[in-house]
């Protein structure tokens, strides 16, 4: 089974903090996704990589910053944190092939006071 | 550009019957099409998918979903319906063009017993 793991599931920080959240994939995929999920808003991608230390921007990129050293781990950098930035963030991996699904793990609630 | 609408924010339904959650789409090209669930808390699970072939998709969990080009629609359906199939449905299209996918907002689904 795939597995997509996040650093952590619930995170508390204070505004202006910078915030490190890690993603790490088992299976080999290409491309990772950083969305924030939001009440009403569904999922909105953030950035995403189909490559490592290759990044695109997504709909949401302002006040975010990713890194990607390893093919299997992709890092989300809240350079300084805001109350606005308070979601739950998934990551997600699949293979580069049009047909693949993506595999996603089980979150993290990011409260920002 | 590439969109997803789920028309409907809530659907409820007696455990036992029918449930149908709506999806429509708009692409431009071939559509590449996904059902996720999300339980509380946790992050997305995939259920199915159209690539191509049989409008008649069936994945995990006794769902199947039903693709239509000219109503440009993929609705999830399953014959009869559980409480524990209550939960966060999301309707997504992948972008071939840019290596994204782009989801629906979600439509909850309640099955009452």
């Known amino acids: 089974d795939v597995k997509v793991t996040q650093s952590s599931r619930y995170l508390v920080k204070r505004t202006g903090e910078k915030v490190f959240l890690e993603c790490v994939q088992d299976m080999d995929h290409e491309n990772m996704f950083w969305y924030r999920q939001d009440p009403g808003l569904g999922l909105r991608l953030i950035y995403f990589?189909?490559?490592?230390?290759?990044?695109e921007k997504g709909d949401i990129p302002e006040g975010y910053s990713v890194s990607r050293e390893k093919k299997e781990r992709f890092s989300l950098i809240l350079e300084s944190a805001s109350t606005n930035q308070t979601s739950m963030y998934l990551c997600?991996?699949?293979?580069?092939?049009?047909?693949?699904?993506?595999?996603f793990g089980p979150g993290t609630r990011l409260t920002v006071t | 550009a590439q969109s997803v609408a789920q028309p409907e924010d809530q659907v409820n339904v007696a455990e036992g019957n029918p449930l149908t959650v709506k999806c429509t789409y708009s692409v431009s090209g071939n559509p590449y099409l996904f059902w996720y669930v999300q339980y509380p808390n946790r992050g997305l699970q995939f259920l199915l998918k159209y690539i191509t072939g049989d409008n008649l998709v069936k994945g995990s969990y006794g769902f199947e979903a039903e693709f239509n080009k000219s109503q440009t629609s993929f609705h999830l359906k399953k014959p009869s319906a559980l409480v524990s199939d209550s939960a966060l449905y999301f309707c997504?299209?992948?972008?071939?063009?840019?290596?994204?996918?782009?989801f629906g907002s979600g439509t909850k689904l309640n099955v009452k017993p």
């Open positions: 990589s189909y490559d490592v230390k290759m990044k």
């Open positions: 997600a991996s699949s293979l580069l092939s049009f047909s693949h699904e993506q595999y």
């Open positions: 997504a299209v992948r972008d071939i063009n840019f290596n994204k996918f782009y």
